[in-house]
């Protein structure tokens, strides 16, 4: 059976968070993420929950921001992706270790663990995907 007419209607708000691009709020997971961190320890729960808050603090802080550095940001925020791999090294320096990240997407593991090794190249890759291969991104990510 064939159906005449649309079965729903999508609507692109250009306003919306997932169409722009070069916006600095793109980053407020790392702000977000750092408070919730300071409010754990702040209330002492923080040594009860250690393993959900670091992989809580490691996806908001650093996976999912690595993804908004690398497709949303006009060229790719390399000094910013060196920032959060200093900070993650500093601060939690085995988070791939954590108990619940394998939990954690796919492409977030196979980012964070790129950014570790060399966060130029990782931008390098990602100019390029954009660049000559864009159907290999989640529509959300492409110009």
């Not at 959900?52 to 390399?78: E, H, M, N, T």
């Not at 200093?86 to 939690?92: E, G, L, T, V």
Request: proline fraction near 6%; aromatic fraction near 14%; charged fraction near 25%.
């Amino acid at each position: 059976m064939k159906v005449a007419e649309p079965l729903y209607y999508v609507r692109l708000d250009n306003a919306s968070t997932t169409r722009r691009r070069n916006e600095a709020h793109l980053l407020d997971g790392q702000r977000t993420s750092q408070l919730l961190l300071e409010m754990f320890v702040r209330d002492g729960t923080y040594d009860e929950y250690r393993e959900a808050v670091d992989y809580v603090f490691a996806r908001c802080y650093y996976s999912v921001q690595i993804i908004a550095l690398l497709f949303k940001f006009d060229p790719p925020g390399r000094r910013q992706l060196i920032e959060a791999r200093a900070h993650m090294r500093q601060r939690f320096p085995r988070y791939w270790r954590n108990s619940f990240w394998p939990q954690a997407p796919r492409i977030e593991r196979l980012l964070a663990r790129a950014n570790d090794l060399s966060p130029t190249a990782l931008c390098l890759a990602a100019r390029l995907v954009q660049r000559f291969a864009p159907r290999l991104l989640p529509w959300w990510y492409r110009r």
